[in-house]
């Protein structure tokens, strides 16, 4: 374990010296989604791991970038408490700084808030080799414009991250998920209900005919939400983590994937879907994964939407808006973190 | 004064009843709610359209002179207080609530919203807007997002930050930019989470898409009265650390207690050190079982009261001790000066004994009334204004709290931001570099700085003079940046 956040700074110094671009990852859990440039050489932060302060009570943990989530998990179960944002672990390697970098969540996202919105505090190199802290290890800060939060799915373009402290909430000390068999209309029917109502719904995935529900937080109120799916069968909560970490049936084959956002509870129609080989449905319907045979990106008909290339295409290079380019050259003029990488 | 040049672009530009020139006009606008400093604008425009808002930022930009947006001017940390050379853009006209779409559970809203009616009109769909400001019926909701306001629901339900799902922008340089929307997640970087929180200095929202959330089926209030302030503060991170994370958890001290009681009578343990309020919402099961735990956790730390209200009115009778505080502090003194710290919870103890010494010190009381679930305190210095020395000591107490803050691992601001009122405090809390890195970002946006000047983030200056910069063999640090 490395305590001194300096070799990293000076690498970067180096790099800077050298007019070297370097290419920031963890233990390159997510590498089949890095659009930049390849062949420059690596900066690894993997080594920079381990827990700088935890304090449980308080709900807030400092950990270094290149800790990775399964330990994170692991040490905050210990203590009831959890990341929520739940960000997938894809092959296990997952680390929290790759995570903060690609802002991505897991399935309870529509009521566990994203990376960002857990994020209290940053440590990070920017591209003037200089280590800096914004935001802090308290609830509620707002002196400084919120660089932290702005880290949060930036691609490591903006300076590499040393340490983060991160909000936990208490893990539900009870859990239940069901499976039941619905048309994609009664799904839409079924999800809106619940969006206006006090419940204890954490979680919601259709595809193949079927819709799935999570129910987590006090034991009798969710056995309660439970009586309306009695006769429906019980499933084990660990699915949870495969739709997560992208390991269920549906993810494994080596067609292209497709990442599509969509307004809020605006759940795909069946007609919609028709058109698409294969989806699965997430977030209340506002996240949906497809699948085409050839590269060519799915067809949506619901507005308004966002397609994301995903897994098993080629990256295609995007400009730059002129604050976006701005803001890039405020903390790295020299263009030396994850070149091509545009945002 | 405002130049004549820049007067007559926006005479051509504006309908006349829409700028305000005359000293009486203008008086009423000369601060917000932080009135220890006060300024008379160059010139007030009252914006009736997003037209207005794009010619006034036309003419600020091209005859390079201040900009100050302001909306309702409830801010308690000067933000919004004006440029004597610049215009002040004032928003409270555009109010409209332009969309409430109860099935994604948001509201698009024009920014002079104030914050209070969006849960109004949301009711009718079994939603709400969390954040409450103390100030929710009167302040808006432009200001909400340039401070990242607060409010005692934010322990569960979070900042404004959280809540707000969309924004569109105008920048000085007259691009109208959209940052999020309906959807969970988007491309590009999180410009949304920067502006947040940028205290009017990146551009001018001029809408805002908010999150709605369903209401609580039930909601329960626990008081609990102790017999030690000290203690009350640990009982609050043992209330966290038992796994409740309540609607909202709230602390008085024996002074605020007394202050609220003669004010308003509204049945708090009179001979109580310190108070808790304690909000717990959500399904029946939820509330009836945290009830219990919340209880539970109080007689561990020896309360001497505990007592529960469970209907609305009950509930509203606990709380109303709790919103009278502020006015209740005008009655024990003919000002009082309200501070925003922010800090780890284990510290309130601590910090509050802190706060005690140095009020002793100062010879000006205090009085402590917080949302201490977030650990963000809201001491309230009792002074007289009329009293010159008295005034120099208030401010000069609030600042000794805010580096007592700094020094515990805490923030000078947890809501109410830095505004003119805690710019000295930034050079404390932020390295140089740290600070460049601030004016770095304002430029991607306002490279000339004529969005809301003096305020958030001090020039190096600044810093340098208050003794942050370290100078080493009379080599000034960074000596290729320029100093403003």
């Not at chain 1, 507005?303 to 295409?313: L, Q």
């Amino acid at each position: 374990m490395v305590n001194d956040s300096s070799p990293l700074q000076d690498a970067v110094n180096t790099a800077l010296e050298q007019k070297q671009p370097l290419r920031i990852a963890g233990e390159g859990s997510k590498s089949f989604l890095y659009s930049g440039d390849k062949t420059v050489p690596l900066l690894a932060t993997s080594d920079h791991k381990g827990v700088i302060e935890y304090r449980p009570e308080e709900l807030v943990i400092s950990v270094r970038a290149g800790t990775k989530l399964s330990e994170l998990r692991d040490i905050t179960a210990e203590h009831g408490q959890m990341w929520a944002c739940d960000p997938p672990l894809f092959d296990g390697r997952g680390t929290v700084g790759g995570a903060i970098a690609s802002g991505w969540c897991g399935p309870g996202r529509p009521w566990y808030g994203t990376v960002r919105d857990s994020l209290l505090g940053v440590e990070m190199v920017n591209g003037y080799g200089e280590i800096l802290k914004f935001g802090g290890k308290v609830i509620k800060n707002v002196a400084g414009f919120d660089v932290a939060r702005l880290l949060g799915g930036s691609q490591g373009t903006l300076g590499v991250l040393l340490s983060a402290s991160l909000k936990l909430l208490p893990a539900p000390e009870y859990t239940r998920s069901i499976a039941t068999s619905l048309n994609s209309q009664e799904c839409t029917s079924l999800i809106s209900q619940y969006t206006r109502k006090t419940s204890t719904l954490s979680g919601t995935c259709y595809f193949d005919g079927k819709l799935y529900l999570r129910f987590t937080g006090v034991a009798a109120a969710v056995d309660q939400d439970m009586k309306a799916f009695e006769s429906n069968d019980e499933i084990d909560p660990q699915f949870w983590h495969k739709l997560r970490d992208h390991t269920l049936p549906f993810f494994a084959d080596d067609k292209a994937l497709w990442r599509v956002s969509l307004s809020r509870n605006s759940l795909a129609h069946s007609e919609n879907t028709d058109e698409l080989e294969e989806v699965l449905v997430e977030w209340n319907g506002s996240l949906l994964w497809c699948k085409t045979q050839n590269s060519m990106p799915p067809t949506i008909s619901i507005k308004p939407h966002a397609i994301r290339s995903f897994r098993n295409i080629k990256h295609e290079t995007s400009q730059s808006s002129k604050y976006a380019h701005r803001l890039k050259h405020a903390f790295d003029p020299q263009e030396i973190f994850n070149p091509g990488v545009v945002l | 004064m405002i130049s004549e040049f820049a007067l007559t672009q926006l005479f051509a530009e504006l309908p006349e009843h829409a700028i305000l020139t005359d000293q009486y006009q203008k008086e009423p606008f000369e601060s917000d709610a932080y009135t220890v400093k006060k300024e008379l604008p160059g010139v007030v425009v009252l914006a009736e359209s997003v037209g207005h808002v794009r010619s006034v930022l036309r003419v600020c930009n091209e005859c390079d002179i201040p900009l100050v947006t302001r909306g309702a001017g409830t801010g308690l940390s000067g933000g919004a207080r004006p440029h004597r050379e610049g215009v002040l853009l004032v928003l409270s006209k555009l109010n409209n609530i332009l969309e409430v779409d109860p099935l994604a559970c948001t509201a698009t809203v024009e920014p002079g919203t104030t914050n209070l009616s969006i849960s109004e009109v949301a009711k009718e769909h079994g939603l709400f807007y969390a954040p409450d400001p103390s100030s929710q019926i009167a302040c808006s909701i432009g200001g909400n997002v340039a401070e990242n306001a607060g409010g005692v629901h934010c322990l569960k339900y979070g900042l404004t930050l959280h809540n707000v799902v969309g924004l569109t922008v105008l920048t000085i340089e007259g691009d109208e930019l959209v940052f999020g929307g309906k959807t969970y997640d988007w491309e590009g970087y999180d410009f949304l989470a920067l502006m947040v929180g940028s205290e009017g200095m990146l551009g001018v929202v001029t809408e805002i898409t908010v999150k709605l959330l369903p209401i609580p089926a039930v909601r329960h209030v626990l008081l609990g009265g102790f017999d030690d302030v000290e203690i009350a503060g640990n009982c609050v991170a043992g209330i966290i650390a038992a796994g409740v994370i309540p609607g909202g958890l709230e602390m008085m001290d024996e002074l605020a207690v007394r202050a609220a009681e003669e004010f308003a009578e509204v049945g708090y343990p009179k001979d109580a050190k310190a108070v808790l309020l304690c909000e717990l919402d959500g399904t029946e099961e939820e509330v009836t079982s945290t009830t219990d735990k919340v209880a539970e956790v109080m007689k561990q730390y020896d309360a001497s009261v505990i007592e529960l209200a469970t209907d609305p009115e009950q509930c509203e009778r606990l709380w109303l001790g709790r919103k009278v505080a502020f006015p209740a502090a005008g009655r024990m003194a003919s000002d009082f000066y309200c501070m925003d710290g922010s800090i780890p919870r284990y510290q309130i103890g601590p910090v509050l004994k802190a706060i005690a010494g140095m009020s002793q010190r100062y010879n000006l009381g205090v009085m402590n009334v917080f949302h201490a679930g977030d650990g963000n305190l809201h001491p309230l210095i009792l002074y007289d204004a009329s009293d010159k020395k008295q005034r120099a000591g208030a401010e000069e107490f609030g600042a000794e709290i805010l580096e007592h803050c700094i020094r515990v691992g805490g923030t000078i601001t947890g809501e109410h931001g830095v505004g003119v009122e805690k710019i000295d405090q930034m050079c404390s809390q932020f390295s140089l570099a740290e600070i460049e890195q601030f004016h770095r970002i304002r430029n991607v946006f306002d490279v000339n700085r004529n969005m809301n000047p003096g305020k958030a983030i001090p020039t190096l200056a600044r810093c340098s003079e208050l003794g942050g910069m370290h100078i080493h063999k009379g080599q000034m640090p960074f000596p290729e940046l320029s100093r403003f």
